[in-house]
């Protein structure tokens, strides 16, 4: 049974380019979070993504934006990277139907993104 | 919105001791309250989490407690090893209009254990 799966693990990328980090969730979940946790932080939430749209968001731009397909995996974009986005990006997944309320979130490995 | 505060910043025990993790929400709507281990330079592990409606839970070593009235939690680790060492983050999900919202997190203490 795959756990939550990210891609790439590394990325190095300059001041105002684009990115686009992957995640395929747990098997079994429908519902992917994206967080982005500072060096020496907790993580903080950029939004979830749930029958392949946004339903909820966190404090963050809309430079960052997502996509959920039809196979539940997420994409994560950040476009007009600043210096101010290295940090780990991390997906959760969880399972939202009926009867599963407050389902624990199962996190992934990670994308460390360096922005120079 | 939901804050979540969490204490102390750093921990450091000696080998068999115990630890204890403090944490204080501010939304009363919050219902659901995980702890997360995350070792360097790996992902964050659900290590145990508690609903509202209970006030604690253990699972061996590891209990957790919840005052709703005070609006705290704590994170109990007895008889610790070296291998508890990491860092490890409360959080609280605040339930919205029908709906679980999404987890906020506390800053993280860090947990030495020495042998």
């Known amino acids: 049974d795959a756990g939550v799966t990210q891609s790439p693990t590394h990325l190095i990328k300059t001041r105002g380019q684009q990115v686009t980090l992957r995640c395929s969730p747990k098997?079994?979940?429908?519902?992917v979070s994206w967080y982005q946790q500072a060096l020496g932080q907790g993580p903080q939430f950029i939004f979830q993504y749930y029958e392949e749209e946004e339903r909820q968001r966190g404090n963050f731009p809309d430079r960052f934006s997502g996509h959920q397909f039809p196979n539940y995996s997420s994409e994560l974009n950040v476009n007009a990277l600043l210096l101010g986005d290295s940090a780990l990006y991390l997906c959760?997944?969880?399972?939202?139907?009926?009867?599963?309320?407050?389902?624990?979130?199962?996190f992934g490995n990670g994308t460390r993104l360096t922005v120079t | 919105g939901e804050n979540v505060e969490q204490h102390p910043s750093t921990l450091s025990v000696q080998e068999g001791d115990s630890a204890v993790i403090k944490c204080t929400y501010s939304d009363s709507a919050s219902n659901y309250f995980p702890w997360y281990k995350q070792e360097l330079g790996k992902r964050p592990q659900l290590i145990i989490d508690i609903r509202s409606n209970v006030g604690e839970k253990k699972d061996q070593r590891i209990a957790v407690t919840l005052n709703k009235t005070a609006k705290h939690f704590s994170l109990h680790i007895t008889e610790t090893q070296p291998e508890d060492s990491a860092v490890y983050f409360c959080?609280?999900?605040?339930?919205?209009?029908?709906?679980?919202?999404?987890?906020?997190f506390g800053k993280g203490t860090k947990l030495s254990v020495k042998p």
């Open positions: 959760a997944s969880s399972l939202r139907r009926t009867g599963t309320y407050n389902s624990p979130l199962h």
């Open positions: 959080a609280a999900r605040p339930f919205k209009g029908g709906s679980q919202g999404n987890l906020i």
């Open positions: 098997s079994g979940h429908d519902t």
